[in-house]
C-alpha cells in the first residue's frame, strides 16, 4: 500500500500561485510515476500532470500547459505541484495519484490522496 497525504491548498486571487506538495509512505517512492488530477463541483475527475519515476518526464493537461509545474524530490518522497497565473477555472479538490509504472501515464492510478481544495476568486 502507498499512502498519499496532499497539503498547500487555500484560497488565491486570480493571477496567484500556489504550491501543492504530496508526501507518500508505504512502498519505495521511485518506484511509482506520480499524478495531479482535479474535480470541480459537479464535474469529473480530470488529470492535471504527470511526472515519471526519476523526474525526467512530465506531461500536462492543455489547460494548465505553461501556466502549472510538476516535479519530485525522491529523497524526500514528495510531489509538488507549482500552480502560477491562477484562473478561477481552477478552482477544485486536488488529488495526488500514484502508479507503479515505468512511463510518464498515471491514468488510471494504483493509488490516490484524499485530495486539498485549491479556490480562485476573481
Known amino acids: 500500500q502507498v499512502q498519499l497525504v496532499e497539503s498547500g491548498g487555500g484560497l488565491v486571487q486570480a493571477g496567484g500561485s500556489l504550491r501543492l506538495s504530496c508526501a507518500a509512505s508505504g512502498r519505495t517512492f521511485s518506484d511509482y510515476a506520480m499524478g495531479w488530477f482535479r474535480q470541480a463541483p459537479g464535474k469529473e475527475r480530470e488529470f492535471v500532470a504527470a511526472i515519471s519515476r526519476g523526474g525526467r518526464s512530465s506531461d500536462y493537461a492543455d489547460s494548465v500547459k505553461g501556466r502549472f509545474t510538476i516535479s519530485r524530490d525522491n529523497a524526500k518522497n514528495t510531489v509538488y505541484l507549482q500552480m502560477n497565473s491562477l484562473k478561477p477555472e481552477d478552482t477544485a479538490v486536488y488529488y495526488c495519484?500514484?502508479?507503479?509504472?515505468?512511463?510518464?501515464?498515471?491514468?488510471?492510478?494504483?493509488?490516490w490522496g484524499q485530495g486539498t481544495q485549491v479556490t480562485v476568486s476573481s
Open positions: 495519484a500514484a502508479k507503479a509504472t515505468y512511463v510518464v501515464r498515471v491514468t488510471p492510478p494504483d493509488y
